[in-house]
């Protein structure tokens, strides 16, 4: 068995890596063929054609394609994800950097929706039809249905205006709550739901049968029952961090990832927009393969099945 | 958790919300500055864009501006206010009789902010890097005259003669964006071919010295940038105190411009880098009336948005569409366009109608109603006909001579609402003489690269302009600059106006006398305004937010708008 | 309640549809001096006592301080079916602003009814496309195993990492121009179908997965069910999890659109867009003095409320009864087993 866990587990890992690598090198193609470069925002800024033409060269941007390609690939292999034009440093240190600060808020968004959402979501699911239940739904409904920079920006308007909460760049506060209140909502409907299941499956209710007091009932059977399919669900929650991050990030002033991949694109700097995207694949496998542990953990069953 | 303990929870921190929301509103009301400068205190102000690099010579964006404007210093500087020369790091300058040589005395006892001397050998040192094909800095690209380098010498340690290759009128003006660089420190890496990296965003500050009020303390990526006062600068008040009176001076990254306000509103950040939007102007008119901020009106904008054709031979826009060539046609087009309404509608009645590129905030440069179309949408029409371009299927919209669709595409920047409103403002009053104008917006990137690689038919776009002087922005004027964005980079003047105008504009930038000067630019205006190659439609009001405890703040439309003056600013009072 | 909600999305619907009878104008009709115009109030009593519903002309005060009043001169009536629109006023007491003007002074009421059309037609079908392709994709995952699920999840966490913006850009730059709203609309739902199928899919295996071992999916397995008549009995399971899928995408692409008309893929000139509409109410100005722009936002919120009501809530993880699986399998149905509460979509 731990053989076979640990076959399995370099397989993931194997599986992982060329993901991560092919998923750069697209993003590096991709970007390389979209209009405009390095240099293009000099173009309208007036800067002498000879200038440009020198940073095309110092850039290595008249290369063919396939050479760009390959001398890119063979970087990443080694670790090395190239210089970034906008700034003039090294890609993977900074943004190793910034995915850290995005993993930070990420980790805490997901604290508050797991601390927040399920013990809700089983609230909500074991009594349905009573007007709190309705009212919990709504604002689930209203998390998620409200656009992320909305919400992002409406949270910071309700800081200021309070006064004297932590609304600097650096403070958690608003951010987390701003990218962890959908995600509680999301893990509030789907354990509602999954509670709802499992307090009519027959095993519950033959636990009816045998007496035991609702209070149990719902926060220690029906809970263990539900949880089991949420938590299956995790690591799809795991991956839209990244993605709900951006706006986020944006208005809030959190210096993460998803700020620099905008930054990146804006600016046309192709090696630190593929340098992002290496980062977001790395979180991506890891959010995969911790999402799976969690799967295997609660069941036992799924353990060895790919 | 029963429903009547939580609705106990509930009511709990509705309560503890309401005692929160109680006491911030009872709090002490705001200070406001006196206008007597004190020292010490911090500033803080907000800037949308990470810096690329501290080095001036590498890059031209805003955060670089604004470092160069704090941390070095400059041989002379125009103030943008009053536009004079002011003697910076040269105490003054004398000129050769032909104009050509200008010497240099500079200031004495000066010492860069690590302590080391100041000499000429530094600006000699600045003025080679700039060139240096190595190093291929922007800023030398841009210091050109007649596609020569300015030639710089050094008599003494104390003098520094500088050599136009060329007369050119606007003069010294041009050497107030060359921050002089300290030798000591970048030598090493020059010589090494690393000039380019050495004071990018991630250097060690400490790597890093300069003649500017501020020095760089530290940059906290994408989140702060922290300048400390320079121990050594060499600039005292009038009363002898000695400059800058602020401790320190702190940029805040925030690369949302609803965010930065909301900062600017909270008492976060003093002053934005930025001219309000008209539509914020309703919640800053409240904070001024509530004291926190105050607002100033720092002029006319000197670089409006401009509607331009693309007018290069042989594109595929002429191609297809030859009445986009005609003069005519071009014309109609400004006198269909209501210029008061875009005014009204998308300033919201803060901005000055304009026909040209010229605008109140160029001073003496301006002419009012300068080639001025007035709105007259018959007269539009009636020109459109006198081409051939009726509506012959009776759909509203006019047809061709090959009855096609009058139709063209208007390429404009996403993003920016004043950009944005504009094109959606002039395809709608367009539709009304009958042309539909497809408004296409592209983010910054797609508007460059379509441009590039001259993909359009008609841009809305804008271009930042350094200086209010017309001789300093040639590349834009001459058909054969670069910037020349209705038909860039030509060999020979394909018109025989552009021709007309090269000339002129020439003449006036090397002319030395200013009322020639002001003559010849006045022509050189009215033939363009006569041949419609572009449109300009307004001129916004800048209007500056300033916390109402900053004190010494001079705002003036060129960028930095108030940091240009960062050693004079003051703050009263502990920050809110 | 359900038909509550259906009744919404049908009103919805038909608005969309009818358009240009119900909107009052055209959405990028510009009207002069109503930049930020608030909403006209409808009034059927004033001096001289009750009326048919009539509104005041506005007259702005102050321009930049988007200052209006009421002019009470003279009442304007409200007219029902005329003019070719269902509510209209006469021409010269124009305009009729129901629920106010953008920053340009356009009718939000018209520019939210013909925005309906392209925005929700878009989202619709880019949601459902999604759907369908990560269930299929998820299933046969997650039933199969093996190779084929390595590669469906391979190819997932690809599109999920990849950054869809440059697929956007590098298309667009092959594009000309300009492109008309029914090949952005085409090309946008089937980018959005693309773009949302790994997360269904992950979903959807994850489920499967754990389906598979149960003791009636084994016994089908045993019984020699083949591989698309187990992907059958498996992905009803599923479809709980489909369904809050499916209200979660409608509202997350509709915002994916204004997002893609930010690099240009957008629904341009004289279509109005909820996705956009939604952008210009995302700003200070409009939460501190002009909350009105937020009224795409508050559509928004209805529209995923009532799919929400009408998707209902049947079951996500739980297996149908035993009964109907033993059908499945062939074998003896029984029916001792009924107790199942229904809970029904009348449950939020």
Redesign the interface.
């Known amino acids: 068995m731990r053989r076979d866990a640990a076959i399995y587990g370099l397989r993931r890992i194997a599986?992982a890596l060329?993901?991560?690598l092919?998923?750069s090198i697209?993003?590096f193609i991709?970007?390389r063929?979209?209009?405009?470069d390095e240099t293009?925002?000099?173009?309208?800024?007036?800067?002498?054609?000879?200038?440009i033409a020198?940073?095309r060269e110092?850039l290595g941007l008249n290369r063919p394609l396939i050479v760009q390609v390959a001398d890119y690939s063979w970087g990443v292999l080694r670790l090395d994800l190239g210089l970034s034009a906008?700034?003039?440093?090294p890609v993977g240190p900074?943004v190793l950097?910034?995915g850290a600060n995005t993993a930070r808020l990420g980790f805490m968004a997901l604290l508050l929706a797991t601390a927040l959402g399920i013990p809700l979501g089983i609230?909500t699911g074991s009594r349905?039809?009573?007007w709190?239940?309705?009212m919990v739904?709504?604002f689930s409904?209203?998390a998620?249905?409200?656009?992320?920079?909305?919400a992002a920006?409406?949270l910071?308007?309700l800081a200021?205006s309070?006064?004297?909460i932590a609304?600097?760049?650096?403070d958690l506060l608003i951010p987390t709550l701003a990218l962890g209140l959908p995600m509680a909502a999301?893990l509030e409907?789907?354990q509602s739901?999954?509670t709802?299941?499992?307090l009519?499956?027959?095993d519950l209710?033959a636990a009816v049968a045998r007496g035991i007091p609702p209070q149990r009932l719902i926060w220690v059977h029906a809970a263990r029952q539900?949880l089991?399919?949420v938590l299956?669900?995790y690591?799809?929650v795991i991956?839209?961090v990244f993605s709900g991050s951006l706006a986020v990030?944006?208005?809030?002033?959190w210096?993460g990832l998803g700020?620099?991949?905008?930054?990146a694109?804006?600016?046309?700097d192709v090696k630190l927009?593929a340098g992002?995207?290496f980062a977001?694949?790395v979180s991506?496998?890891v959010g995969?393969l911790i999402a799976d542990a969690l799967?295997a953990w609660v069941?036992p069953?799924?353990r060895g099945?790919? | 958790m029963t429903p009547s303990r939580i609705l106990r929870l509930v009511l709990a921190a509705t309560l503890v919300i309401a005692v929160i929301v109680f006491s911030r509103w009872s709090s002490s009301p705001p200070v406001v500055s006196d206008g007597t400068p004190r020292a010490g205190g911090k500033l803080v102000s907000s800037l949308r864009f990470e810096p690329k690099h501290f080095n001036r010579l590498m890059a031209a964006d805003q955060a670089a501006l604004l470092a160069a404007a704090l941390t070095q210093a400059t041989l002379l500087r125009t103030n943008p206010v009053t536009g004079e020369l002011e003697p910076r790091l040269a105490t003054s300058w004398s000129g050769s009789p032909d104009g050509l040589s200008w010497t240099f005395t500079l200031r004495n006892n000066v010492r860069f902010s690590d302590g080391a001397p100041f000499t000429s050998a530094d600006v000699l040192f600045t003025f080679q890097a700039l060139y240096d094909p190595a190093i291929a800095s922007s800023l030398g690209g841009q210091l050109l005259i007649a596609g020569q380098p300015l030639q710089a010498s050094a008599p003494d340690d104390h003098h520094v003669v500088v050599t136009f290759p060329a007369p050119f009128a606007p003069g010294l003006g041009m050497l107030d964006s060359l921050p002089i660089l300290p030798k000591h420190k970048l030598q090493a890496a020059m010589a090494a071919g690393k000039f380019a990296e050495a004071w990018s965003a991630g250097s060690n500050p400490a790597d890093m010295a300069g003649l500017g009020p501020f020095v760089l303390k530290e940059y906290v990526p994408a989140q702060t940038i922290r300048f400390a006062r320079n121990p050594n600068f060499w600039l005292t008040d009038a009363s002898g105190q000695k400059l800058p009176y602020l401790e320190t001076l702190e940029i805040a990254i925030v690369p949302d411009q609803n965010a930065e306000l909301l900062r600017l509103q909270s008492g976060d950040v003093d002053l934005l880098n930025d001219a309000a939007r008209p539509e914020d102007q309703t919640m800053l008119r409240d904070a001024q009336a509530a004291g926190k901020l105050r607002l100033v009106q720092a002029g006319s904008s000197i670089d409006p948005s401009t509607f331009w054709f693309n007018l290069k031979a042989g594109s595929k826009a002429l191609a297809e569409k030859p009445w986009l060539g005609d003069e005519t046609f071009r014309r109609a087009l400004s006198h269909a366009i209501n210029r008061q309404a875009i005014v009204e509608t998308v300033h919201l009645g803060a901005a000055t109608v304009i026909y040209g590129p010229v605008t109140p905030g160029h001073g003496e440069w301006y002419t009012p109603d300068m080639g001025a179309t007035p709105f007259d949408v018959a007269r539009a029409s009636a020109l459109l006909k006198s081409i051939g371009l009726k509506d012959t299927d009776g759909d509203g919209v006019l047809n061709d001579t090959r009855n096609r669709p009058v139709q063209f595409s208007l390429l404009t920047q996403k993003g920016h609402t004043e950009r944005e409103r504009t094109s959606e403002m002039v395809a709608e009053q367009l539709r009304q003489v009958g042309i539909t104008v497809d408004v296409v917006k592209l983010d910054n990137a797609g508007v460059r690269a379509r441009y590039g690689s001259g993909d359009f038919e008609t841009i809305y776009y804008g271009i930042r302009v350094s200086s209010p002087d017309p001789g300093n922005y040639l590349p834009f004027w001459l058909s054969s600059g670069p910037y020349h964005f209705w038909n860039p980079g030509q060999a020979t003047p394909s018109t025989e106006w552009e021709g007309r105008f090269d000339r002129l504009m020439q003449q006036q930038s090397t002319t030395m006398d200013r009322a020639e000067r002001k003559r010849l630019f006045v022509e050189a205006q009215q033939v363009l305004a006569e041949h419609v190659p572009a449109m300009w439609f307004a001129a916004s009001q800048v209007t500056v937010p300033i916390g109402s405890h900053v004190g010494g703040a001079t705002p003036s439309v060129m960028v930095p708008l108030v940091l240009w003056n960062a050693e004079r600013l003051f703050v009263q009072g502990a920050r809110r | 309640m359900r038909r509550t909600a259906a009744a919404i999305v049908l009103a919805i619907g038909l608005m969309a549809l009818l358009a240009p009878w119900i909107a009052p104008y055209h959405p990028e009709q510009i009207f002069e001096n109503r930049a930020y115009a608030p909403p006209m109030r409808i009034h059927v009593r004033d001096a001289d006592g009750w009326h048919r519903p009539f509104v005041y002309r506005q007259k702005m005060v102050d321009r930049i301080g988007r200052v209006y009043v009421e002019d009470h001169s003279h009442r304007v009536p409200l007219r029902w079916l005329s003019n070719g629109h269902l509510l209209s006023v006469d021409a010269d007491d124009a305009p009729l602003l129901f629920c106010g003007a953008d920053a340009l002074g356009r009718d939000l009421c018209s520019r939210l009814i013909f925005g309906a059309r392209l925005s929700l037609g878009v989202a619709l079908i880019g949601a459902c496309g999604a759907l369908l392709l990560g269930a299929l994709l998820g299933a046969a995952a997650g039933t199969l195993g093996g190779r084929l699920d390595t590669v469906v999840t391979t190819i997932a966490d690809f599109v999920l990492v990849l950054p869809v913006v440059y697929l956007v850009i590098v298309l667009r730059a092959t594009r000309p121009l300009v492109i008309g709203p029914s090949e952005v609309f085409v090309l946008m739902s089937g980018l959005f179908a693309c773009a949302a199928w790994p997360d269904v899919a992950r979903g959807v295996r994850a489920i499967v997965s754990t389906e598979r071992t149960r003791d009636y999916a084994v016994a089908a397995r045993a019984a020699g069910a083949g591989p698309v008549r187990l992907i059958g009995h498996l992905l009803p399971a599923a479809y709980g999890f489909l369904r809050v899928q499916f209200v979660l995408l409608i509202p997350a692409l509709l915002v994916a659109e204004s997002s893609l008309s930010f690099v240009g893929f957008g629904f341009e000139g004289r279509t109005p867009s909820w996705g956009g509409l939604l952008k210009e109410g995302e700003t200070l100005t409009a939460m501190y003095s002009a909350p009105w722009l937020l009224l795409p936002a508050a559509a928004l919120f209805l529209v995923v409320l009532a799919l929400q009501r009408i998707a209902g809530h049947t079951q996500i993880f739980m297996p149908e009864p035993l009964t109907q699986r033993a059908r499945a399998v062939s074998l003896r149905p029984t029916n001792e087993y009924s107790g199942r509460v229904p809970s029904g979509p009348d449950a939020v």
Do not use: W
């Open positions: 599986a060329i993901l991560i092919s998923v697209t993003a991709l970007a063929l979209a209009p405009g293009t925002a000099d173009l309208l800024n007036g800067v002498d054609e000879r200038i020198i940073k110092r906008r700034f003039e440093q900074l950097e910034r609230f349905p039809h009573t709190i239940a309705r739904s709504v409904l209203t998620l249905a409200c656009p992320p920079l909305v920006l409406g910071l308007f200021v309070i006064g004297g609304s600097g760049p650096r999301m409907r789907l739901q999954a709802r299941d499992a009519n499956a027959p209710q539900s089991r399919p299956g669900v690591g799809v991956g839209g990030e944006f208005a809030t002033g210096p700020r620099l991949m905008y930054d694109v804006q600016s046309g927009v992002c995207v977001g694949g991506l496998a995969n799967r069941d069953r799924v099945i790919a």
